[in-house]
């Protein structure tokens, strides 16, 4: 079993839809990272946290330390959120457990 | 801010070819990570640096790999000798300190003929 489980592997959205990725973890963690990586390869850190919830736009993470469990959600979802998002968790020493990835695709 | 800078961006090499891929992590950054990502096995942590000095190498697939911090603007990673099963996109990120948000470079995309 995966240190880090995503789900879906595969989600397809109509344009304007709400969109959540959950990610499971077994590891202890210090906090989770939610990335971003769009088809030309590059990677971006979307959100790091520990606790609670994180808002940047039309992006949300939350985190259930407690449940051990995380969610990104993206509302009024659009083309350009066509990418795919990796939940990373930050082991104690700073190493990062990937997830296999969730690749997104929204249709305008 | 320039960001995390990796090269080269692409490299195709003969197996048994020595290959050096190199990194300047983001200017104040203490800590360093090389990536290794691969369709069958996604991303995986091979090493990572903290002020300079490699904290985890566990990641480190075999004695052919090695990375090296001579000071806190420059990384590299050498495989020698390579073998085409190395071919992957190698990805450099830097953090301000251990345990903050991490920023990545482009990637060098190595392919081992």
Not at chain 1, 38 to 45: K, L, N, Y
Not at chain 2, 8 to 34: D, Y
């Amino acid at each position: 079993k995966n240190e880090v489980e995503q789900s879906p592997q595969n989600l397809t959205a109509q344009e304007g839809e709400f969109i959540t990725i959950n990610c499971s973890y077994s590891v202890g963690i210090s906090a989770l990272h939610w990335l971003q990586q769009h088809p030309g390869g590059g990677i971006v850190s979307l959100f790091m946290l520990s606790s609670g919830k994180k808002k940047h736009g039309r992006l949300i993470a939350t985190i259930n330390i407690q449940e051990k469990h995380s969610s990104l959600h993206i509302t009024a979802s659009h083309p350009r959120d066509s990418a795919v998002y990796i939940c990373a968790a930050v082991e104690y020493g700073n190493k990062l457990v990937f997830g296999a990835g969730t690749i997104l695709r929204v249709k305008s | 801010d320039a960001g995390v800078i990796q090269s080269p961006r692409h490299e195709v090499t003969e197996m048994g070819q020595e290959v050096t891929l190199r990194c300047k992590p983001i200017s104040g950054h203490n800590s360093l990570f090389w990536y290794r990502q691969t369709m069958m096995r996604g991303l995986e942590l091979l090493i990572y640096f903290n002020n300079n000095v490699p904290i985890d190498d566990s990641g480190m697939p075999e004695d052919r790999f090695s990375a090296k911090m001579p000071n806190a603007s420059f990384s590299t990673l050498k495989i020698q000798p390579s073998e085409p099963r190395d071919s992957a996109v190698y990805f450099c990120a830097s953090s301000e300190q251990a345990y903050q948000p991490q920023h990545f470079g482009d990637g060098t995309r190595l392919s081992i003929l």
